[in-house]
């Protein structure tokens, strides 16, 4: 690849995208930081010295096209001994017209990300296969996640170089999953402070307000089912016995539903239906319907076109 690299980005990930990049190429980048001010300087007494490290990183920060264009015989020179990094945060400057580069947009949230996870991979010896990557972004979202998630499956697989889909799927919760929940229980806890902060962040990381729309109908749905069976599990507070009465009553039902997941009495985890089951008796059924009507009104109000989705799925929210 040309050691010259040439990265769109944003001002706000600068460091970040810095420390990625260089150590993609070594273990223990040392960097030398020049913004247009100093550039010229800095440029002109690196090539000078007799001896550069081998670890050393010059990066150029928003470079002026004269400046490139001032500084290029300088910029191959050195660019035969050390890596050099140009960083623009505006794309106004075409860089690849001056000089030979390779191109890198970091603006890209799935480029970082995977950046990310390959970096903390090499960090520890091992490599992952394409499917074990693609399921490990599906089950993990926040990049801040990514080092703990990584050590869960190097503990896992132990001596093995190699880290596989099977192994991300044993260890890896898929979080998306889980803030859903949570999202769910702060809602049945009426929790309307970490109900907002959960729908945000979960927006924020792009869940589609309608797949948040479905999973609320689907488990208002099941808590109005376990409304309906209060008088059955009343009298069985415990977990075990909860399963034990749960299994009967499901063997003896006539009627097998196609779409299993949508009836609380065909749920095939029982934890799950436990759990459901204990939060509807905190839940007036009143409530319950009155929310499942505003749910079908926001559904409505969706498809007649509206811009403002968010504002009405958290005015709704807030009136449960």
């Known amino acids: 690849m040309p050691p010259i690299t040439f990265v769109t980005g944003i001002k706000q990930n600068v460091i970040d995208d810095i420390d990625i990049l260089s ?23 690196t090539v000078s010295t007799l001896f550069l490290e081998e670890n050393l990183v010059l990066v150029l920060l928003d470079p002026p096209r004269l400046f490139i264009e001032e500084m290029k015989e300088h910029l191959l020179m050195l660019s035969q001994k050390i890596h ?11 860089v690849g017209k001056i000089i030979k580069v390779e191109k890198i947009d970091m603006k890209e949230g ?107 109908v689907r ?27 749960f299994t009967s009553w499901k063997e003896n039902l006539p009627l097998k539903p196609m779409e299993k997941k949508q009836y609380l009495t065909h749920q095939t985890n029982p934890r ?13 059924k009143k409530d319950l319907i009155s929310f499942f009507h505003t749910l079908a009104d926001f559904d409505v109000t969706v498809k007649k076109g509206t811009q403002y989705e968010q504002p009405h799925f958290e005015m709704g929210l807030l009136e449960m």
């Open 272 to 284: 799950y239906a436990y759990r459901l089951s204990q939060a509807s008796q905190r839940i007036p």
């Open 84 to 94: 050099i990094l140009i960083y623009c945060t505006s794309s106004s400057v075409d």
């Open 110 to 216: 799935e480029q970082r990300f995977d950046e990310r996870v390959k970096r903390t991979i090499r960090k520890y010896g091992k490599k992952m296969t394409h499917e074990a990557l693609h399921l490990f972004k599906e089950r993990v979202r926040d990049g801040s996640m990514v080092e703990s998630e990584i050590m869960k499956l190097i503990n896992f697989i132990g001596d093995r170089k190699e880290i596989r889909s099977g192994d991300v799927r044993e260890m890896v919760t898929d979080m998306h999953e889980e803030t859903m929940i949570g999202f769910f229980n702060a809602l049945v806890a009426m929790d309307k402070n970490e109900m907002l902060n959960t729908l945000h962040n979960l927006l924020q990381y792009g869940t589609h307000i309608l797949a948040l729309h479905s999973f609320l």
């Open 219 to 245: 488990q208002t749905r099941l808590l109005l089912h376990a409304k309906d069976m209060e008088e059955v599990f009343r009298g069985v507070p415990e977990y075990t016995m909860f399963v034990k009465t």
């Open 23 to 45: 150590k993609k190429w070594m273990d223990n980048p040392h960097l030398i930081i020049a913004t247009e001010e100093n550039g010229k300087q800095v440029i002109i007494d």
